[in-house]
């Protein structure tokens, strides 16, 4: 069984900053892409950022330059560094990735990211 671990939102006020982790455990190999998306209320759930087992990087237009994504690949680990967060970055954010050589899929919980001042 493979577990998505999340860790790392909370409230924060617009203009600060928040790091998502998401750590994979179990019975998990062959991991590629790892990546973060996002649902807000009454919403799809839409691509953040993703990231290749190389290191390539894709975000979405309305976080480029504000959000970094990096990944362990020792720990089987993925980030989610938010800088000068806005109120529109209020969402459910969950941990994505893509296991087995391509062959399996696996979301995290979600974890609340809310941004007000």
């Known amino acids: 069984q493979v577990q998505l671990v999340e860790s790392g939102g909370g409230l924060v006020q617009p203009g600060e900053s928040l790091r998502l982790s998401c750590a994979a455990s179990?019975?998990?190999?062959?991991?590629?892409?790892m990546g973060w998306y996002r649902q807000a209320p009454g919403k799809e759930r839409d691509l953040v950022a993703n990231?290749?087992?190389?290191?390539?990087?894709n975000y979405a237009d309305s976080v480029k330059g504000r959000f970094t994504i990096s990944r362990d690949n020792a720990k089987n680990t993925v980030y989610l560094q938010m800088n000068s967060l806005e109120p529109e970055d209020t969402a459910l954010y969950y941990c994505?990735?893509?296991?087995?050589?391509?062959?399996?899929?696996?979301w995290g919980q979600g974890t609340q990211v809310t941004v007000s001042s």
């Open positions: 994505h990735l893509i296991g087995g050589w391509g062959t399996r899929e696996y």
């Open positions: 179990g019975s998990i190999f062959g991991i590629g892409d």
């Open positions: 990231i290749r087992r190389g290191g390539s990087t």
